[in-house]
Each structure stands twice: as structure tokens, then as C-alpha cells.
């Protein structure tokens, strides 16, 4: 069966998952521009000069609060099972769109297991948010204090939190990065655990990452990896699974189904005979799709659409790249948007 037209349809539906992660990095965004806010009125509702260490620790107390509330918010934006399930959905219809065949969902419960404080790195997401929270804390006590030390005003004192250089630009990445991270790990629990429930069609997971000059060592060399369904190599792949992507933070690589032959799902049809070309609806084509091929193969008005005319020219100028998307710069997606679209 025509397997590049099945990874196309991921691929596909993986540019609007970029376009939803965009859309909820700007949301968290807020939440943090929020409480950037509310940390400057703290800060300049108190006269720091000459302040105490008694009355800088209970600044840096309530703060911690301010800080902690701020991000549970954040952490709370995300809804990873709703995410889940429309993911696993459009799986199913990618699926069911080639092989013709009943395609099985998972249960919303499994996807709710898979998805609930998702993995990344080896901890949870919660814990991951518990730490940015603890850092932007541990940050902001240390600049009041240094700030008091070197006798700063309070407006300097502040432009050390708030302004250009002030700190949590860096903690607003960090949440950018996590959101991003989170939405590609529930996006590929989903479609794993799709596939694993279509054993009868799929026969194991290939690994496609976007290779450019940003992508990480531990991605170009897990790029085209494969394994059966249980996790164990095939055709030489000598890597562990370990989970599949994402494998770090920003993690762009997905998992593409590798499904079995007509004849082994008992439809009497032949297979394409050149394994090094794939037949799809494009012609015939390379078998090592990327992102980048796979836009390449589309209409122009089909990047004109996922990227925004101008982005789209200059993504085919060759001055900005795939990876604009998941820094937040693509066109944002909505949830609702993304479980609509085809």
C-alpha cells in the first residue's frame, strides 16, 4: 500500500499541530506578561532603599507566591487530552483514508493515561513547570537583592525582572519551549497508541526528523529509525526506542506509521515494486520525506496557507526555516481550529 501518501497525511496534520503549538506559546505568554506585571507593581509598591534582609525575604516570599500562582495557570493552559483525542482522531481518518479498512480509535481514557503530565526528558511536564516556577523565584529574590546591595532604585530594580535585559524574557522561552514540548509528546503518545491499536494494519514506527542545521545530534541520528510496534528495531536500526520523540526540549521529530502489505491485512492487491521510489498522488517520489519535501510537493498556495503568504516567500527564499514554526512565529491554530480541519 502507498505508504508516502499515509506519512504525508501526518505530515500534514503535524504543520497544523506546529500552528496549534504557536497558538498556545502566545497564550502562555500572556499568562506570564500578566504576571510580569504584577511582579512590577510589587516591586514598585515598596521603597527598597535601604531595605532590610527580614523585609527583602518577605518580598521574595510573597512573590514566590505571586510566582507559583502564575504558573499553575500556565501549566493548567494546555489541554492535553482534548489535544490527544483530536490527534488520535485524524490518525484514524489519515489511516482509514489509504488502507480500506475499519480503523480502530483508542479509548479516551488510554489517551487520557498517555497524555495526563506527559514525559519529557525523564520527568513530568508538571515537574518541568514546578521548576521554571522555582527558578523565576530564585531569579527574582536574587536581584532585589542585588539590586539593594548596589543600591539601585527601585525603576533599576525592576528593569532587572521586566526590562529588555530584566530575566524573565529567558523564563518566557523556557515556557515556550516546555509548551511546545508538551503539545509533540501528547500529539505522538496519541498517534502511537493509534497505531499499536491498528496492529492488524500498521507493523511498526519510522522516525522523521526535520533535518536542517538546527536539528540536534540525537535526532539526525535517530532520523529514519525504525521499530515494531512493541519497540524493538527493525532493518537494522540499532537504537533504542526509549519512547519515541519527542527526545529533548523542541523536539520537532514525529513517529510516521510503516503499515503492513495488502496481502498481509488479506486484500489481494500488489505492492509498488520500486522500493526506492513511492507511488503517491504527487507521482512518484523519493521514500525519505521531510517536512521540508513534503512542503516542496505541495501547490504554492498550500505553503501560502500553513505559513502565511509572506512567510511563505520567504521560507521559499530560502531566509527563514521550518523551525520559525516552533518558536511561536507560525500561524497560530486554535484547538477547536485544528479539530476541524480536513
Same mark, same amino acid.
Given at each position: ?17 506546529? !500552528? ?25 509598591? /515598596? ?5 532590610? !534582609? ?9 512573590? #514566590?507566591?505571586? =510566582? ?27 489511516? &482509514? ?6 480503523? =480502530? ?14 514525559? =519529557? ?25 542585588? %539590586?539593594?546591595?548596589? %543600591? ?23 515556557? !515556550? ?18 497505531? /499499536? ?27 529514519? #529509525? ?11 536500526? $540499532? ?13 520537532? $521529530? ?28 504527487? %507521482?512518484? =517520489? &523519493? ?56
Amino acid at each position: 500500500m502507498s505508504e508516502i501518501e499515509l506519512q504525508d497525511k501526518i505530515l500534514k496534520h503535524t504543520l497544523d499541530l506546529m !500552528r496549534l503549538s504557536a497558538h498556545e506559546q502566545s497564550e502562555v505568554v500572556k499568562i506570564l506578561e500578566q504576571l510580569e506585571d504584577e511582579l512590577k507593581q510589587l516591586l514598585l509598591s /515598596r521603597d527598597l532603599s535601604g531595605a532590610s !534582609r527580614a523585609q527583602i525575604n518577605a518580598l521574595a516570599v510573597q512573590a #514566590g507566591e505571586v =510566582i507559583k500562582t502564575g504558573y499553575a495557570t500556565a501549566a493548567r493552559s494546555l489541554d492535553t487530552k482534548a489535544l490527544a483525542i483530536v490527534i488520535a482522531e485524524k490518525t484514524q481518518l489519515a489511516i &482509514a483514508a489509504i488502507i480500506p479498512t475499519a480503523v =480502530i480509535l483508542p479509548t479516551p481514557e488510554t489517551l487520557a493515561s498517555l497524555t495526563d503530565d506527559v514525559i =519529557i526528558e525523564g520527568a513530568q511536564s508538571s515537574k518541568w513547570w514546578s521548576k521554571q516556577a522555582s527558578d523565576t523565584a530564585f531569579k527574582f529574590a536574587a536581584q532585589i537583592r542585588q %539590586g539593594v546591595i548596589n %543600591g539601585e532604585t527601585n525603576e533599576k530594580i525592576v528593569s532587572r525582572i521586566t526590562g529588555k535585559t530584566g530575566f524573565m524574557g529567558v523564563s518566557r522561552r523556557s515556557a !515556550r519551549t516546555l509548551v511546545h514540548s508538551s503539545v509533540m509528546a501528547s500529539a505522538n503518545n496519541a498517534r502511537l497508541a493509534t497505531y /499499536r491499536k491498528n496492529s492488524r494494519l500498521i507493523k511498526g514506527v519510522r522516525q522523521l526528523s526535520t533535518l536542517d542545521s538546527k536539528t540536534s545530534d540525537i535526532c539526525i541520528a535517530y532520523s529514519d #529509525g525504525e521499530w515494531d510496534l512493541d519497540g524493538e528495531p527493525l532493518k537494522g536500526t $540499532s537504537l533504542p526506542f526509549n519512547g519515541g520523540p519527542p527526545r529533548h526540549f523542541a523536539c520537532r $521529530s514525529i513517529l510516521t506509521p510503516i503499515p503492513k502489505t495488502f496481502r498481509d491485512i488479506g486484500i489481494d492487491i500488489d505492492e509498488p515494486k520500486d522500493v526506492g521510489k513511492r507511488a503517491s498522488s504527487l %507521482g512518484q =517520489i &523519493a521514500g525519505d520525506t521531510t517536512f521540508e519535501g513534503f512542503l516542496n510537493r505541495q501547490p504554492p498556495e498550500f505553503a501560502d496557507k500553513v505559513l502565511g503568504k509572506g512567510r511563505a516567500d520567504l521560507w521559499r527564499a530560502g531566509k527563514i526555516t521550518l523551525r520559525d514554526l516552533v518558536s511561536g512565529t507560525g500561524r497560530p491554530l486554535t484547538l477547536e481550529q485544528l479539530r476541524k480541519k480536513g
